[in-house]
């Protein structure tokens, strides 16, 4: 079936550090992936998204590499900032439907 | 504010009852989609419209029930509500309709739902 897994639930990292967040997929299929980020109370917001036929995408502090041989795909968070303590999740788009894995909660230490 | 906007914010009912979800999509664009939030099962697609027609379904029950309205405003009825049904329910909207490849969604802020 397809599914989209977190590696770590939870990730604690002090403020000015960097983050990486994994994801790994099941459907070899999927063309095109994306990350959220969901604060407490609101719902999941656009980070960054990459295509299959990439292999690294970068935005303003972010960069998000896919590895397609091992079906595996990171968030680089760079210089993490106490407004970075969120929930991420990475989104896999399969036959029309975007599937979210679990998410892992960021938690920034000042 | 993503533009998405989702009555009611908050909702508190009982088992058996039901309820309406009610989902404005970003101004332009056609596609609707309903997600369910709970603690242990994430982010769960229910159902997917586009101008006005389903175009995919995931795990939704066959308690609820969704339409797409020809303002492209969405409803999500949810029927003999059940204690389990208590979660966060999202609706997410994007222009196309999915099957390009890029398909970015914009999510409301969402509706909790209690069921007692």
């Known amino acids: 079936g397809e599914s989209v897994g977190l590696h770590l639930p939870t990730l604690s990292v002090q403020e000015g550090d960097n983050s990486i967040i994994n994801c790994a997929y099941s459907?070899?299929?999927?063309?095109?992936f994306i990350w959220y980020k969901q604060e407490s109370g609101k719902g999941p917001q656009f980070i960054i998204d990459?295509?299959?036929?990439?292999d690294k995408s970068q935005g303003q502090r972010v960069t998000v590499l896919l590895n397609k041989t091992v079906k595996h795909l990171s968030l680089q968070i760079a210089a993490t900032q106490p407004g970075d303590s969120a929930v991420y999740f990475c989104?896999?788009?399969?036959?029309?439907?975007?599937?979210f894995g679990q998410g892992t909660e960021l938690s920034v230490k000042p | 504010d993503s533009g998405v906007t989702q009555t009611p914010k908050h909702l508190i009912t009982a088992t058996g009852q039901r309820v309406t979800l009610r989902c404005s999509p970003r101004?332009?664009?056609?596609?609707v989609y309903w997600y369910q939030q709970s603690l242990d099962q994430g982010l769960q697609f229910l159902i997917q419209?586009?101008?006005?027609?389903?175009?995919a379904k995931g795990n939704i029950l066959e308690r609820f029930s969704a339409q797409q309205f020809p303002d492209l405003h969405s409803e999500l009825n949810l029927s003999s509500l059940e204690l389990g049904d208590s979660a966060l329910y999202f609706c997410?909207?994007?222009?196309?309709?999915?099957?390009?490849?890029?398909?970015?969604?914009?999510f409301g802020a969402g509706s909790r739902l209690t069921v007692l």
């Open positions: 459907n070899s299929a999927s063309d095109y």
């Open positions: 101004s332009g664009d056609l596609s």
């Open positions: 419209y586009y101008n006005g027609e389903e175009r």
């Open positions: 990459i295509r299959s036929n990439m």
């Open positions: 989104a896999e788009n399969s036959h029309i439907k975007l599937i």
């Open positions: 997410a909207s994007s222009p196309g309709g999915g099957n390009s490849g890029a398909n970015v969604l914009t």
